[in-house]
């Protein structure tokens, strides 16, 4: 895997050169400028939401090698499930390419590696994809990670029209070495197809479809013999487990799991107008048990849609961005209903839809940015509000919360000569107004502790301040140095809660 | 060209219409008719379960849940259960037609290989008693 990052950060120098040879090259300043704006934060996702689009999203090519390592610690957790601290070193390359005017290109790499300290409550990678259907335990330990991840696509003009193609794979390794050592291999690769047609001057719509293969295999191995007493409990939601299989021999775990997807997109071709996107997405993820013949024991859809609406307007002094953003997901999970299992074989005699999560949030953003000679000021605001409801038919359990998260974002950017100097600082309100708790008294006691702590965490309101600070150099009309600080505090009702990142890194 | 674009957006409206998973209000119980009878086809007027015991349970395998059966009323009970695969055994006091209280069993589905399926949503099953030594 390493000689992969290694190929693909030489694939990504030789493609930049190229790029060059083939284009009026940028300052390297303004080219970041351009891509590091909140506004150019904001509208980016719609941008990226189809390949054929991302031919529109920038005229200059840019390309960041950087190496970074992040930092977070929480007195008590605010996810049992993460632990309570993590510290990782990253390693990322990617890069915008134009090739001309006929073509863009990208490509990226991370390389991830670090320790999640003190995860209780979990057993498997990938927690938040897979929920309900994880393997958890009361043990607590230290999570070793180790992720890949390498994306690649490009667009090509022909007329009027924009084809694009792209694929993105990640491979993630998550073990601990203290009894009960559960590891856990993941493989997950996506690839789209798109199109895109102009309209007129200033817009293009694009479609695209995606499809997604995603495949984990996990086992929890016990090397002190007298030791192996922690039961692994196979989860099906709001606190209960697949009894039958729980304790320590059903472990050997895999998921698998196919989605498609299909979205709709309309950007401006220049730097001024309406950006709507349309998003659909379903995921199917079957959870196999490798002791009892690879049964299907559960089936997890997850269905997402996501709508966005923007506009983006620029002139000499001022630019302003509005999104309005909708998303709604639904995840289903079916339980088998296993045979005794007599002749070893384990026959799926039915299944039944036993979990249900409908989870909504509206997100409302505005940018102003006022530019003055080489100075510029942000002012952000978001608004978000999100509603989720969880429930399980038999015993009957409902959890529902409804949270609103307000925020404010100030930053001030300074291009001069040859230093890119920007400094930002954002403060968010978290707040919970509404709940609904209703668990069934059949939920072992250690469970219902587990979803009560929980409760209480996202109920919590919660203040979050992070400044952030980043200079770069030019140290030639093509490339600079740059360093970038973050620090994030949590104020809330649970002790310190605190994150911070630091990254290093150069611009070609 | 119009065309087309409607035609896109119909097809991606449809598809993800379509594509939804829609819980059609399928039947996850079972309405259970439990019969007992004796060896000696005694009427039994009441049957009582002694779930003080460890070996009283009506267990569904999978989830491991437990149910407790009502009273058997004129030797049969009703119960709504989870569809799933049961466990079934318990000792009980059985008060015949005729006033006398014996002491009875039922084993017929107390390991995995004699697994009771509960998969309809309407089962009848007949249990077989055998009395104990009082």
């Known amino acids: 895997m390493r000689h992969l990052v290694i190929l693909t950060i030489m694939l990504l120098a030789v493609m930049q050169a190229w790029a060059q040879s083939d284009t009026v090259s940028?300052?390297?300043?303004?080219?970041?400028?351009?891509?590091?704006?909140?506004?150019?934060?904001?509208?980016?996702?719609?941008?990226?939401?189809?390949?054929?689009?991302?031919?529109?999203?920038?005229?200059?090519?840019?390309?960041?090698?950087?190496?970074?390592?992040?930092?977070?610690?929480?007195?008590?957790?605010?996810?049992?499930?993460?632990?309570?601290?993590?510290?990782?070193?990253?390693?990322?390359?990617?890069?915008?390419?134009?090739f001309g005017g006929k073509s863009a290109a990208f490509i990226g790499a991370e390389y991830e590696n670090g320790i999640l300290d003190n995860v209780n409550w979990n057993s498997t990678a990938d927690y938040e994809l897979l929920y309900p259907y994880v393997l958890i335990s009361p043990a607590t330990g230290k999570v070793h990670h180790e992720r890949y991840s390498f994306s690649g696509g490009c667009a090509s003009r022909f007329g009027r029209w924009v084809s694009g193609i792209s694929g993105s794979y990640r491979a993630l390794h998550e073990f601990q070495r203290i009894d009960p050592r559960p590891r856990s291999k993941v493989n997950d690769l996506k690839i789209e197809a798109s199109l895109s047609r102009m309209i007129g001057r200033n817009y293009a719509l694009g479609a695209a479809a995606d499809i997604r293969i995603y495949k984990q295999t996990m086992d929890v191995s016990y090397f002190n013999e007298a030791g192996a007493f922690t039961p692994q409990y196979h989860y099906i939601g709001l606190g209960q487990t697949f009894g039958r299989f729980d304790g320590t021999t059903y472990t050997e775990t895999r998921h698998k799991g196919f989605g498609y997807g299909f979205r709709m997109s309309l950007v401006p071709t220049g730097s001024n107008g309406f950006l709507a996107a349309f998003d659909y997405s379903r995921l199917k993820m079957n959870r196999q048990l490798h002791e009892i013949n690879e049964a299907p024991i559960t089936v997890l859809w997850t269905d997402r849609c996501e709508a966005n609406l923007a506009?983006?307007?620029?002139?000499?002094?001022?630019?302003?961005?509005?999104?309005?953003?909708?998303?709604?997901?639904?995840?289903?999970?079916?339980?088998?209903?296993?045979?005794?299992?007599?002749?070893?074989?384990?026959?799926?005699?039915?299944?039944?839809?036993?979990?249900?999560?409908?989870?909504?949030?509206?997100?409302?953003?505005?940018?102003?940015?006022?530019?003055?000679?080489?100075?510029?000021?942000?002012?952000?605001?978001?608004?978000?509000?999100?509603?989720?409801?969880?429930?399980?038919?038999?015993?009957?359990?409902?959890?529902?919360?409804?949270?609103?998260?307000?925020?404010?974002?100030?930053?001030?950017?300074?291009?001069?000569?040859?230093?890119?100097?920007?400094?930002?600082?954002?403060?968010?309100?978290?707040?919970?107004?509404?709940?609904?708790?209703?668990?069934?008294?059949?939920?072992?006691?250690?469970?219902?502790?587990?979803?009560?702590?929980?409760?209480?965490?996202?109920?919590?309101?919660?203040?979050?301040?992070?400044?952030?600070?980043?200079?770069?150099?030019?140290?030639?009309?093509?490339?600079?140095?740059?360093?970038?600080?973050?620090?994030?505090?949590?104020?809330?009702?649970?002790?310190?809660?605190?994150?911070?990142e630091i990254s290093l890194g150069y611009r070609f | 060209m119009k065309t087309t674009y409607c035609s896109i957006l119909l097809m991606t409206a449809f598809l993800s219409l379509t594509s939804c998973k829609v819980d059609g209000g399928e039947n996850i119980y079972s309405e259970v008719d439990f019969s007992a009878c004796l060896p000696d086809d005694a009427q039994i007027a009441v049957l009582r379960i002694d779930y003080t015991l460890a070996g009283s349970f009506l267990r569904n395998i999978n989830t491991d849940y437990e149910y407790t059966l009502p009273a058997f009323i004129n030797g049969s009970c009703h119960i709504k259960l989870r569809k799933g695969i049961y466990l079934l055994s318990f000792d009980g006091d059985a008060t015949l037609a005729d006033g006398t209280v014996r002491r009875v069993r039922f084993a017929g589905h107390s390991v995995n290989r004699d697994a009771l399926p509960l998969t309809g949503d309407h089962e009848t099953v007949l249990l077989n008693l055998a009395y104990l030594q009082q």
């Open chain 1, 26 to 98: 940028a300052d390297v300043n303004r080219s970041t400028e351009e891509r590091l704006s909140e506004r150019a934060t904001l509208v980016a996702r719609h941008y990226g939401q189809i390949t054929a689009n991302r031919y529109f999203q920038y005229g200059t090519s840019l390309s960041t090698v950087s190496a970074g390592w992040k930092y977070r610690y929480e007195k008590n957790a605010i996810a049992v499930w993460r632990g309570n601290r993590a510290s990782t070193g990253l390693f990322s390359a990617d890069s915008y390419l134009r």
């Open chain 1, 311 to 500: 506009y983006i307007a620029e002139s000499n002094a001022w630019d302003y961005t509005l999104s309005l953003c909708g998303n709604y997901e639904r995840r289903q999970g079916e339980e088998a209903v296993v045979d005794n299992g007599l002749m070893g074989e384990f026959k799926i005699l039915d299944r039944h839809t036993m979990y249900d999560r409908h989870r909504y949030c509206a997100t409302l953003n505005a940018v102003a940015e006022w530019h003055h000679d080489h100075h510029c000021i942000t002012i952000a605001s978001e608004a978000q509000v999100e509603a989720e409801k969880e429930q399980y038919r038999d015993p009957v359990s409902v959890i529902s919360h409804t949270s609103l998260n307000a925020g404010i974002h100030a930053g001030y950017r300074r291009l001069s000569g040859l230093w890119l100097f920007s400094a930002t600082v954002s403060g968010d309100y978290h707040t919970c107004p509404a709940n609904r708790f209703s668990i069934s008294s059949s939920v072992m006691q250690e469970l219902s502790d587990l979803l009560s702590y929980t409760r209480l965490r996202i109920m919590d309101d919660c203040f979050v301040l992070q400044p952030r600070l980043s200079v770069q150099r030019r140290l030639q009309q093509a490339g600079a140095i740059f360093i970038s600080l973050l620090y994030r505090q949590l104020f809330h009702s649970y002790g310190v809660s605190l994150a911070a």
